[in-house]
C-alpha cells in the first residue's frame, strides 16, 4: 500500500513528529499546572501540582547565571526578576519531545506558561535575564534565538553594563 521511506516507518509502527513546527501544547502529553512555590533561581522553581511533595522544575530552553557555588555576572538579577514574575503564580508545566521528561538531578524538564499564556522562557531570554540554552535544542530554539538577539542588539539585562555578555 506505501512504499519507501513511508511504508517503511509504517510497517515498524514510527512516528515522526516534525518538533520544529509544534506550537502550543501538546495533546499527548500531560499538562501539570499548579502555583509556584519557590523560585530557586532563574532557570530552577519548585511548582504544586496537588502530589506530596512540590515538583522541582528546570525550565527548557534557557540558561540564567549562577548564584549559588561559582556566582556568575547577573545571576542575582535573574533570579529577582524570575520571583517577580513567578512567585505565587499558577503556572502550567508543559514538556518538550525534543528534551527527556527529567535532567541528573531529577528536575522535570518542562516550560513554564504564565496565566496570560505567555512562555516564561520567551519573556526570560527577551528581557536579557537568560541565555538561549542552545546546548540543548528545544522545539522553540528559533524564537529563543530571536528574543536573545533582540536582547543582545538593545543591551538588555546581562547583555549590557557590566556583564557584556560574559558569565
Known amino acids: 500500500m506505501f512504499g519507501g521511506w513511508v511504508g517503511a ?3 515498524i509502527g514510527t512516528v515522526v513528529l516534525p518538533l520544529s513546527n509544534c506550537s502550543g501544547p501538546l495533546p499527548d502529553l500531560p499538562i501539570e ?13 519548585d511548582v504544586d501540582t ?12 534557557i540558561d540564567t547565571p549562577e548564584v549559588y557555588g561559582d556566582k556568575e555576572c547577573w545571576g ?3 533570579s529577582a526578576f524570575a520571583r517577580e514574575v513567578l512567585d505565587g503564580q ?16 531529577d528536575r522535570a524538564l518542562r516550560y513554564v506558561i504564565l496565566p496570560d499564556g505567555s512562555n516564561y522562557s520567551l519573556l526570560v531570554v527577551e528581557s536579557g535575564n537568560a541565555y538561549n540554552a542552545t546546548d540543548y535544542p528545544v522545539r522553540i ?18 547583555w549590557g553594563p557590566p556583564c557584556d555578555g560574559e558569565r
Open 141 to 158: 530554539t528559533p524564537e529563543l534565538a530571536d528574543a536573545e538577539l533582540h536582547a543582545r542588539a538593545s543591551q538588555l539585562g546581562l
Open 33 to 45: 499546572q499548579g502555583p509556584v512555590v519557590r523560585v530557586v533561581d532563574g532557570d530552577t522553581i
Open 76 to 78: 542575582s538579577e535573574a
Open 90 to 105: 499558577e503556572v502550567r508545566l508543559e514538556s518538550d519531545l525534543a528534551q527527556g521528561d527529567a535532567d541528573r538531578y
Open 9 to 11: 516507518l509504517l510497517s
Open 50 to 61: 496537588g502530589g506530596v511533595e512540590p515538583v522541582r522544575v528546570r525550565v527548557l530552553g
